[in-house]
Nanobody
Framework: VQLQASGGGLVQAGGSLRLSCVAS????????MGWFRQAPGKDREFVAA????????YYADSVKGRFTISRDNAENTVSLQMNSLKAEDTAVYYC????????????????????WGQGTQVTVSS
């Protein structure tokens, strides 16, 4: 299984970036997909996730209304559109896959995800 994230970069506060993650080696439509981030000196944290089953989406409070997660099962891709970026969004962003979670809480839990991508750096200058 491979998860290849891309789209990170340097952007000014208030700007936008779109991250993409292409998955291979798994039955993509059977996996919930999530984005997490890790800032220097901090723990990895949940950002957003999308259901494998019904299109439901889940967001951390800190990004609600600014970030949008979407998936394309035909292309095995999950994307994260990030708008109104803030300096505190600076982090390495990781995509992750979780096979058929049953409980909503599972979407938010790092230890419930089965596969991880390599991460892409997002830097927001203030």
């Amino acid at each position: 299984v491979q998860l290849q994230a891309s789209g990170g970069g340097l952007v000014q506060a208030g700007g936008s970036l779109r991250l993409s993650c292409v998955a291979s080696g798994l039955s993509f439509s059977s996996y919930a997909m999530g984005w997490f981030r890790q800032a220097p000196g901090k723990d990895r944290e949940f950002v957003a996730a999308t259901s494998w089953r019904d299109g439901s989406t889940y967001y951390a409070d800190s990004v609600k209304g600014r970030f949008t997660i979407s998936r394309d099962n035909a292309e095995n891709t999950v994307s994260l559109q990030m708008n109104s970026l803030k300096a505190e969004d600076t982090a390495v962003y990781y995509c992750a896959a979780q096979r058929r979670p049953y409980y909503t809480a599972s979407y938010y839990r790092i230890d419930e995800y089965d596969y991880w991508g390599q991460g892409t750096q997002v830097t927001v200058s203030s």
